[in-house]
Every structure is written in structure tokens, then in C-alpha cells.
């Protein structure tokens, strides 16, 4: 930061000398304080000075008091180009704070009527000395807000004409024609250098770059999409994916019909020995020991079972479990099963819940 | 890459509700199914509850909801899954006729047109290996139009836009039911 500083008062002078370099972002910044000092200035000078002093000294008396009679110096003394520069150096360093709340000060004051603009600009080349860092601080005072919001939107306008500048990049390089409008539901296309102009081309051109951007969205869906280029090679990869897909809906079903004989997912199934591998195949780092509690915790709640009561006797559930606590599980089976299993579903729901957030993850 | 995977979980624990749901309210409808019954039943509650995973906000889903209500008994299972939601629409198919006529009569003169204008500028073989290329995309187009439900009558832009999400919904529809098969697998080789 000191670094900078001793940089930025080696060359401010020279700073304001030269007008019309390419603007930095503290040249900008610098120039839109300078405007908005300006207007206020004009719209203050209705005011009384009384009313103006007593706040400055209330602005001040908030700062250190060591350096508020420094401050007040500083402000009240007209012969502010010849006390700047050496200031610069100083307050650069000691007191940022100072600065930018003198500045706050001084832009709210304009009573100072004829070295309003000696002080401004004073306060100006002050401030090109203080760092970046500080002129963040800033934002607390009145003046930087209404210059933040100056900033923000030249930022949106910036960022926008960059958008812009961005869709036509895209589209070309040399440029013939352009469509001038500024609308934001406009698509800027840009015409190559040899190509017709009119606007069904540019129609054309425009639809041809979303179908491309669209298909690159899928390239990445689609594996091994990206060895093949072109749009037939993308479609053929897709439309073989998608029958790959269905195909395998169509042969899971047909498994999971075979499996189960009588269409009963229900939890007990899975809560016996076969949770390590199930949840094993989720690619998580659960431990194993935490399903069985989940489950436990599910009994407790009551209502597990989600199974169809299909006329599962109890001596068709018990052999089914083995090695695991069974005997409290069909307990709670043959409870729940006479419920009603319109409540059966908001409990379900809240187990599902538990379970695949654990195993899902 | 996190709020991603955020997402797809919770895209399968709702697709895994559903699916169970319509299991069980189809295995109380019809008892005692025997095997090609019982894959129906389950392919059919995938479907379902895949597609109304999307709420009928793409047309993909909507079709699919829409051919499996076409069948009668189909009908009354899906009303009863869909009781407590969204309603399931159909679009009109006569303004998509004449879209596809009037689709159609532009592109004749297109390509009488164009053809011409760009035999005079490139060259033949090149106007042919161009013709060949669009001959081919169009084909696999027309492919991947009769695989997405509802594709048919849709343009270029808005086909792969319902592609990529049906794809989505594909992927997510194999693996619950991957796991499930594997899971249940396990549980009777266990026994």
C-alpha cells in the first residue's frame, strides 16, 4: 500500500496535467466525484454557511481528535495548492480515514463559496494518492454512495455492451452489417465478411448458433460424444443413448417383475442383511452401522412397512428375515398392516426420506 | 457441481416415491398378476412417475402421460396416482396441422430455390456432399423425433431441448431402478 501511494503522488501532478489519456479506473472515478462535487455544490449554495460549519466540526469531532485541528486547517485555509503536495505525501500514509471524510465534508459544504473549487480539487489530488483499499472505505459517506450507484451502473453498461460485444464476437470476425438497435430482446448477429445480409440469412444464422450451443450441452450429457464432431455424428450417438436407455428401463422392469412375485417393495425387505451391500452400491461414506440405526429410529416412529398387503401372511414374512432383528419389525408389520394405509403414507414419506438422503448422497 | 448433485437426489427420491405409489396402487387393483402383467405394471408406474416429476412442463412428459391415459383401465389408475396433482392436458392436434403444412410448403420452395442459388456459386459435388450431410441429419432427426414421446411435430431447437431433458429423466428413471433391482436381488439371494 505504501508502495503505491509514493507511486500515485509521484505521478498525480502529472495525472491532471494530461487530459484525454485513456481512463483509468481512478481517473474515472476520479472525474464522476468531481461532477457530482460540482453539482452539489450548485444545489447547496442556497445554504447558509452557519448551517453548513457546525457540521463539519460534527464530521469531524467523529474522527480522531488529534487530527481534527489539522483537518479544520485544512479546510478553512484557501491556499490549498500550495499546502497539497507535501500533504499528500503525509496523509497518504497517516490518516486515509481523514481524507476521505474531509472529502465527504467538504463535497457537502459548498458554502466555502470561492475555494470551493480550489478545495475540490485539492481534495481531488488527495484522494488520486490514497490506494484502492482506502477508497472503499469510503463508501460509508453520503457522497460515494451516490457514486457507487454511478459506478454500478456504469458497470451494467458496461457489462452489458460486453455481452453484446460477446454474441458478436461470436458470430464473426470481419464485419459488414450489423442491426443497430439496442433493444436487449434483440440478438446482435454479425454478418461475415462475404455473406448475405438480409435478414432471413440472419435469421438463419442466429437459429444455427442456438441449435449448436444446445447441442454442446449435450455433448457433454451424451458419453463419448465428444470424439465425434458434426451434427449427423452427434445425433447418431444421441439416438443410440436413448434407445440404450430405454432399453434398459425395459429390461430392469422386466427383471424387478421377476423378482419380486408378488410386487412388494416394501423397507423390511431391505432392512435385514442386505443393507451393507445396498447401500454399499450408493457411492457414499456412510457407515454401515448407520442404516441399522436408521432403522431402528424408523421403528420407533412407527408405521414402517410401505409393502402391499397382499395377503402376506406372517409365516411367509418370517422366513424371509433371518439373522437381523426381525421379531420387532414384523411386530410392527402386523400392526401397521391393519392400518389404514392412507396413513400409512405420510409416515412412509418421512422414512423414504431418511433412508435415501442417506443413501442417495 | 454441488447444487447438481443436490438436485438429482432429490429427482430421485421423488421419482421413488412415485414409482412405489403406482406400484402399490396397481398391485391393488389387479391381484395376483402373473409375469409380463407384472413388468407392465411397473414399467408403467416408471413412466408415470418419471414424467410427472417435470409437473407437464415439457412436452415430453405431457405426451407420455397422455398415450399412457389413452388405454381405458390405464385411465382410472392414473387418476387415481394424480389425484392429489397436476391435471394432464392434451394439446389440439389441428393447430399443429397446419403448422406442419405451412412448415412444409416453405421448405419446397427453399429448396428449389437455394439449390439453384448455390449450384451457380459452389460447384456440383460441393452442393451434393452439403445435400448428403443435411440428408443424413435429417434422417437421424426424424429417428430421434419417433424416440423422445412427443417429438414429432417440433423444430430443431426445442427437439434437443426436450432431448436433453428426457435423457435427464432417462438416466435418473434407470439408476433408482438399478438400485432397486439390485437391492432386491440381494435380499433374495440372502434367503
Known sequence: MLRCVAQSTASSPEKYAVMGMDMSVLERQRAVLQRLCQQQQHSWQLQEAANINPMIHQNMSNLHPAKYDQCLDEINFPSFAIYGREQQQHNGFACPELTSASVSAVSNNSSLTKHDHHIDSSMLKREGTVSNSTRKRKAEFDVEEDFKDKGAEREAGEIQSDITVKTDRENSTNNSSKESIQKPDYIHVRARRGQATDSHSLAERARREKISKKMKYLQDLVPGCNKVTGKAGMLDEIINYVQSLQKQVEFLSMKLAALNPRLDFSIDNFFSKEIPSYIASFPMQLQVANPTSLQYNALQQGGISCGVDMGMSPSQMLPQKEGSSSVPITEVYHDSSSAHQAQMLPTWDSEWQNLFSAGFH | ?191
Not at chain 2, 392436458?89 to 403444412?101: D, F, G, T, V
Not at chain 2, 428449389?112 to 448455390?118: A, F, N, P
Not at chain 2, 414421446?149 to 433408482?176: A, F, H, W
Open chain 2, 1 to 191: 457441481m454441488k447444487a447438481r448433485t443436490g438436485y438429482s437426489t432429490s429427482l430421485k427420491q421423488e421419482f421413488l416415491k412415485k414409482w412405489i405409489k403406482g406400484i402399490r396402487i396397481y398391485s391393488n387393483f389387479k391381484k395376483d398378476m402373473n409375469i409380463l402383467e407384472r413388468k407392465k405394471a411397473i414399467k408403467l408406474s416408471a413412466d408415470l412417475a418419471i414424467a410427472s416429476t417435470r409437473n407437464a412442463s415439457t412436452r415430453w412428459s405431457r405426451t407420455l402421460t397422455a398415450n399412457i391415459s389413452k388405454n381405458e383401465t390405464n385411465k382410472i389408475f392414473v387418476e387415481q396416482i394424480f389425484s392429489d396433482s397436476e391435471v394432464i392436458k392434451k394439446e389440439a392436434p389441428s393447430r399443429l396441422m397446419a403448422r406442419s403444412n405451412r412448415i412444409a410448403s416453405k421448405k419446397i420452395w427453399r429448396r428449389s430455390h437455394i439449390t439453384q442459388i448455390k449450384a451457380r456459386k459452389m460447384g456440383p459435388y460441393a452442393v451434393k456432399a452439403r445435400s448428403i450431410a443435411k440428408k443424413l441429419v435429417k434422417n437421424r432427426t426424424k429417428v430421434l423425433k419417433s424416440l423422445v414421446p412427443g417429438g414429432e411435430n417440433m423444430d430443431g431447437i426445442s427437439l434437443i431441448k426436450e432431448t436433453l431433458d428426457y435423457i435427464v429423466s432417462l438416466r435418473v428413471q434407470v439408476d433408482v431402478m438399478r438400485r432397486l433391482a439390485s437391492a432386491a436381488e440381494n435380499s433374495t439371494r440372502s434367503l
